[in-house]
């Protein structure tokens, strides 16, 4: 999911957390 967000303009995506907490952040860069 996170990498079809990767192809929106002004949006960074990353993953935090370990195992079961991991979850992806969407973060606006504009």
């Known amino acids: 999911v ?3 967000l990767a192809d929106f303009p002004g949006v960074r ?3 935090v957390g ?3 907490k991991r ?8």
Request: aromatic share 6%; proline share 6%.
């Open 2 to 4: 996170h990498l079809a």
């Open 23 to 30: 979850h992806v952040v969407i973060e606006p860069t504009g």
């Open 18 to 20: 370990e195992g079961e």
């Open 13 to 15: 995506t990353y993953s």
